[in-house]
């Protein structure tokens, strides 16, 4: 059927109600029967009726007219004058020597233009917008949450030291209240500004879009495309959280006995959004698409692995294929699907590998503490890559560009992370601006990983902490945990890993749970889904999330991002 006569009713004259349309005037776009069309003309004979059968309405082109020559109408297009001009204009030679174009053409490449602007629009800006404005809610949210979370622990340390101090909860919860009611005033100006320009959005694109499919071409001449306004993405609001600091209950100083809140910060981060693409390229794996945590996270298969007591780290092979470590010599290669056992590998010394990873080329790396080695395993054979004489090396990752990052452990209790080229010692990270050390010292177990921002993360049991610094090895931030834990019991870091999303992810065997922080070291949530002591973490391509549970040997999959 031809979309341009279906209809659900008989379309009518524009002239005589009752009669069926079957002409139409491609200049003054009215709609005619036949027996009307000789009244119509007759009516302003001054203007050149275009008459066409109904189904070809819209054929013929609206020549504009022109402005100086009243009776003319505009086929060309000056460049250099950048107007419309008829052939009186030219005879004029006021044009003389200026690049000349059909109208035509000029109108197509302008309709060309629309049209590209109407689908970064429809298909980049304005979804862009969407993702902004579920981000501001989402994170409004989340503030009112964590303020809840801190007035509950407000309250709780108020009960403990009763009634003499009622005054001073109070007033540190008014401040905890008037703190959440400015960010939250900020967070909804910053998105009531976000759905006022989204309104301008689809404004833009239904006066692009009556742009594109008018006949007009006076019109379509008037209309200026103002798609670069929106290019510019707003600034994204960064919210520090006050932290509350207890104090003990003794003399007379109660204010700072009680405990005081740290300031919270509102800041603005300009660069804190990005654009959403929906096309493939060479820029797309330093930005991939945003994904959301999902509301619950969704527990998938596990692998019941065949150490006899402990399991310890895990490292993806592939979305299929997964290498495990446990409490022997031998490191264990799984079927992710299937559970099934695929390959095992035992190492060189017969010693247990004190942890593994897979290298860029593919290959198992694992670190062999009682030789002071790490080792890779080439179809089947192991390599010596880096030995030590001072230093024992326990845990490793593979970096983005193919490097080892490699925590060295000493036997005066020093702790440092080194970068290594193949055998080549690269840069070593150990203290920090004040030269104090950056990681515990003592028989504590410390994991690494690199996030896709190129900073480097390691979970310190011994210092219960998180340490992030960046790919230069400055400190960027500390992570100590989160207020309160899922157990209440002190946050012990062990396994840690990132996504796509740069989100930093270490298991918390303490509390039977994953901290999930983003890459700025601010909490967003935990991972429950029934976990029994995880201790080793990694992440597949698709950033499904590997939790080895540590004396039950299983490995569970965990869904925790939507899917794009």
């Not at 008989?10 to 036949?34: F, G, I, P, S, W």
């Amino acid at each position: 059927m031809d979309p341009r006569t279906s209809a659900q009713d008989v379309m009518r004259c524009d002239l005589y109600e009752t009669a069926v349309v079957q002409m139409h005037c491609d200049t003054c776009l009215v709609n005619l029967c036949k027996t009307c069309v000789g009244e119509h003309i007759s009516t302003d004979e001054s203007k050149d009726h275009k008459i066409v059968k109904f189904q070809y309405r819209k054929s013929t082109p609206l020549y504009p007219g022109c402005t100086t020559h009243s009776k003319e109408r505009c086929k060309m297009y000056c460049k250099q004058c950048d107007f419309p001009v008829c052939i009186s204009c030219l005879e004029s030679n006021q044009h003389l020597s200026h690049e000349l174009s059909n109208i035509l053409r000029v109108l197509d490449e302008k309709k060309d233009m629309f049209k590209k602007g109407r689908h970064e629009l429809n298909e980049t800006i304005y979804p862009t917008y969407q993702d902004i404005a579920s981000d501001v809610q989402n994170r409004k949210s989340q503030l009112e949450k964590e303020y809840g979370d801190l007035s509950t622990v407000i309250t709780k340390h108020g009960e403990d030291w009763h009634r003499k101090i009622d005054k001073l909860v109070k007033k540190l919860k008014a401040e905890v209240d008037k703190m959440k009611n400015n960010q939250l005033q900020t967070l909804q100006k910053n998105l009531d500004e976000i759905k006022s320009k989204m309104s301008q959005i689809k404004h833009e694109i239904n006066s692009v879009k009556m742009a594109v499919d008018t006949n007009d071409l006076s019109k379509l001449l008037s209309v200026t495309s103002n798609v670069h306004r929106y290019r510019n993405l707003p600034p994204k609001i960064m919210i520090s959280l006050p932290k509350f600091i207890p104090g003990k209950c003794q003399g007379k100083e109660l204010n700072k006995m009680f405990g005081t809140l740290v300031s919270s910060s509102l800041t603005s981060d300009k660069h804190g959004y990005r654009m959403k693409t929906t096309e493939k390229s060479p820029e797309a794996g330093s930005s991939p698409p945003v994904k959301q945590l999902l509301d619950v996270p969704e527990t998938g298969s596990s692998i019941n692995t065949e150490y006899n007591e402990f399991i310890y780290s895990a490292a993806c092979l592939s979305d299929e294929e997964i290498w495990t470590r446990g409490n022997d010599k031998t490191m264990k290669l799984y079927s992710i699907n299937k559970g099934s056992l695929l390959k095992s590998i035992t190492t060189k010394s017969g010693n247990w590998p004190s942890d593994i990873a897979v290298a860029k080329s593919g290959d198992l790396v694992y670190t062999d503490y009682g030789d002071r080695t790490v080792n890779i395993v080439k179809n089947g054979k192991i390599e010596k890559v880096i030995g030590q004489q001072n230093w024992n090396p326990r845990n490793v990752c593979s970096t983005s560009s193919g490097d080892l990052l490699v925590i060295m452990f000493s036997y005066n209790k020093q702790t440092k992370v080194v970068r290594y080229a193949g055998s080549i010692e690269k840069q070593t990270i150990q203290f920090d601006d004040k030269r104090k050390p950056l990681y515990s010292s003592g028989y504590y177990d410390r994991y690494i990983t690199e996030n896709r921002n190129l900073d480097i993360c390691v979970s310190d049991e011994g210092a219960k902490t998180v340490v992030v610094v960046n790919q230069a090895g400055k400190l960027r931030f500390k992570y100590i945990g989160h207020t309160p834990a899922q157990k209440n019991r002190p946050f012990n870091p062990l396994g840690i890993t990132t996504d796509s999303q740069s989100h930093i992810l270490t298991a918390d065997i303490n509390n039977d749970c994953v901290h999930i922080i983003d890459q700025d070291g601010q909490f967003l949530r935990y991972i429950e889904c029934g976990l029994s002591e995880p201790w080793g973490l990694c992440t597949d391509t698709n950033d499904n999330l590997f939790v080895v549970q540590f004396r039950n040997t299983q490995v569970k999959k965990i869904k925790y991002l939507y899917s794009i």
